[in-house]
Each structure stands twice: as structure tokens, then as C-alpha cells.
């Protein structure tokens, strides 16, 4: 267990609807990823935070997509009108960043399965 | 980030050393190697990074070739719980933000064996 949590972890969702993942990192941890994780593949990186800033997004992440981290602690990654192409495992990481050293702590994973 | 190769699977017996490479010859002076290993269906764990000297932890050790272009992940008495997706990643140092993101690649899948 590092800390990081996820939650849910397992999610079944019908074409088209709507979804919303919860991700909570290590306390104090300023920086929070999001990767999306496919079978066979590594995972892949979404987007990242700085407290409450989102300072990069992949071109992964379609407008569909959208990340928040409101108060520099959690974050949510919301799917809206899924595809069966969404179906994927949704993992987030945290990280305290210091003046060089930066290393990524990540969760269990929400995996989602879009019928 | 610099692009790394690995193997795509290893054996190993248990209770003997596993030592997996990783080539990264376009790695640049600023770039650090990390090693991440995924255990089916969980999330990726860290092992071990460094730059240029070699790094021991409770883990495993890293060992970086003087011209840093290759590395080896070992681990010094694998047991079946070792067995895991292992990667490794090259990336650039916390400060610089365009380089945050991790790139894995597919990995070196090392089964240990009884």
C-alpha cells in the first residue's frame, strides 16, 4: 500500500453514460498524474497536477475528458459519454517535489469496463 | 525522454539473482533512470532511480554503466513474489516541469520459478 488511493476500484458502465473517478494521493504530495493503462501496454500518461494547477494534458485526453483537483488534495478524472474504446485501467500517482528529486507513488488502479 | 529497450520476458529461479538490463543510449546528462515493476492487475510500484552512480535500496540494486547508455535492475535473491512487469523509464530531473511525465515502455516480464 503507498498511500495513494483510488476509488472505485472497478467500474461497469453502459455506452454513453457518464463517469467519475476519485483519486486521493499521499498527504502533502503536491504533483498528481493521471495515466490510463490498457492490456498488453504500459501505462500512459493523461495529465498531471501542481496543487491545483493542471500544467500538462496528453493528447490522449480528449475533450470527453476532464480533471480536476480543486483544493490541491484529491483530484477526479470525469468521462463523459464513454466508449467501449474508454475501457481501460485509470491509475493516478502523487509525488512531493523537491529541488531535484521527484518520485511517483501510484494507486491501485480504477478499472473500467465500458459494454 | 530517452527511449529505453528491454528485454520482453526473463526467467528466473527462485532464491538465485535476477538481473535485468535496460539499454538507453540517447540518455542525456539530466536524465535519470528509474525502475518500476506492475504486478498483475495492481498498480505500478517504484523500486529504485539514480544518475550516474549505483543506487542500493532494501529492494534491489542499480547498476549504471560508466557511459550511462545501459543498466542493470538486480534483485539478489528473487522469491515468486518478485514476478512482475518490470520497467524502465528515463526522465529528466523534478524541476524541469515538460519532463514530469513517465514514459513506460512494454517492459521485461520476469517470471520466477520454484
Known amino acids: 500500500d503507498t498511500g495513494v488511493s483510488q476509488d472505485p476500484r472497478h467500474k461497469i458502465t453502459k455506452r454513453g453514460q457518464n463517469v467519475t473517478f476519485r483519486c486521493d494521493p499521499i498527504?502533502?504530495?503536491?504533483?498528481l498524474y493521471w495515466y490510463r493503462q490498457t492490456l498488453g501496454q504500459g501505462p500512459e500518461f493523461l495529465t498531471y497536477f501542481q496543487n491545483e494547477a493542471q500544467l500538462e494534458k496528453s493528447r490522449l485526453l480528449s475533450d470527453r475528458f476532464s480533471a480536476e483537483r480543486p483544493k490541491g488534495s484529491f483530484s477526479t478524472l470525469e468521462i463523459q459519454r464513454t466508449e467501449q474504446g474508454d475501457s481501460a485501467m485509470y491509475l493516478c500517482?502523487?509525488?512531493?517535489?523537491?529541488?531535484?528529486?521527484?518520485?511517483?507513488?501510484f494507486g491501485p488502479g480504477t478499472r473500467l469496463l465500458v459494454l | 525522454d530517452a527511449k529505453t529497450t528491454q528485454p520482453p520476458s526473463m526467467d528466473c529461479a527462485e532464491g538465485r539473482a535476477a538481473n535485468l538490463p535496460c539499454n538507453h543510449s540517447?540518455?542525456?546528462?539530466?536524465?535519470?533512470v528509474y525502475w518500476y515493476r506492475q504486478i498483475h492487475s495492481q498498480g505500478p510500484q517504484y523500486i529504485i532511480h539514480g544518475l550516474k552512480n549505483n543506487e542500493t535500496n532494501e529492494m534491489a540494486s542499480l547498476i549504471i554503466t560508466e557511459d550511462r547508455k545501459s543498466s542493470t535492475l538486480i534483485l539478489p535473491h528473487a522469491t515468486l513474489r518478485d514476478t512482475a512487469v518490470y520497467y524502465c523509464?528515463?526522465?529528466?530531473?523534478?524541476?524541469?516541469?515538460?519532463?514530469?511525465?513517465?514514459?513506460f515502455g512494454e517492459g521485461t516480464q520476469l517470471t520466477v520459478n520454484p
Open positions: 500517482a502523487s509525488s512531493l517535489v523537491t529541488s531535484s528529486q521527484e518520485t511517483q507513488y
Open positions: 498527504s502533502e504530495h503536491n504533483r
Open positions: 540517447t540518455i542525456s546528462g539530466n536524465e535519470y
Open positions: 523509464i528515463v526522465r529528466v530531473g523534478a524541476g524541469e516541469t515538460s519532463g514530469s511525465r513517465l514514459t
